[in-house]
């Protein structure tokens, strides 16, 4: 007659419970690393709302003169998409920066349009510096 010892069966129930606790924990770490994550992304496209609001606001606020809002923004005259316009390189911490420590780039591109008073077309991209893009951010202004 055998009979099995306490502390064998003890010891099976201690490793049930420590593989239960090990999946728990491996759910618990996906799940705030996504959080995490998600939370960052967010952080950065607020941020990118907030940068092309402001340089929105400059640009019409100086009655659309792409020279002064590259100055008053800190960027560099820059061409896009066929059109110019200006750039400005941000950190990671959103204060403006050069290119090669940037993390996010504004651009503002512009053309005119329309005749007498110059109707002027612009685009204020926000991107992560790898190219994903953040927010676009329409901007219509008429030159008075």
């Not at 939370?39 to 990118?48: E, F, P, Q, V």
């Not at 402001?54 to 590259?70: L, Q, R």
Request: aromatic share 10%.
């Amino acid at each position: 007659m055998t009979h099995r010892s306490k502390s064998t069966l003890f010891l099976i129930e201690q490793l049930i419970v420590i593989a239960v606790f090990a999946i728990c924990a491996v759910a618990c770490i996906s799940i705030l690393t996504a959080a995490y994550f998600n939370a960052s992304d967010s952080r950065a496209k607020s941020n990118a709302v907030l940068k092309a609001e402001s340089a929105a606001e400059v640009f019409k606020a100086i009655g659309n003169d792409i020279d002064t809002t590259m100055n008053i923004l800190g960027g560099i005259n820059g061409v896009r998409y066929n059109y110019p316009g200006v750039t400005v390189f941000y950190d990671s911490y959103w204060q403006v920066s050069n290119e090669n420590n940037a993390s996010y780039v504004l651009h503002i591109g512009y053309y005119p349009t329309g005749t007498g008073n110059t109707l002027i077309i612009a685009d204020l991209t926000v991107d992560r510096i790898t190219g994903e893009q953040l927010v676009i951010f329409p901007l219509t202004a008429r030159k008075n």
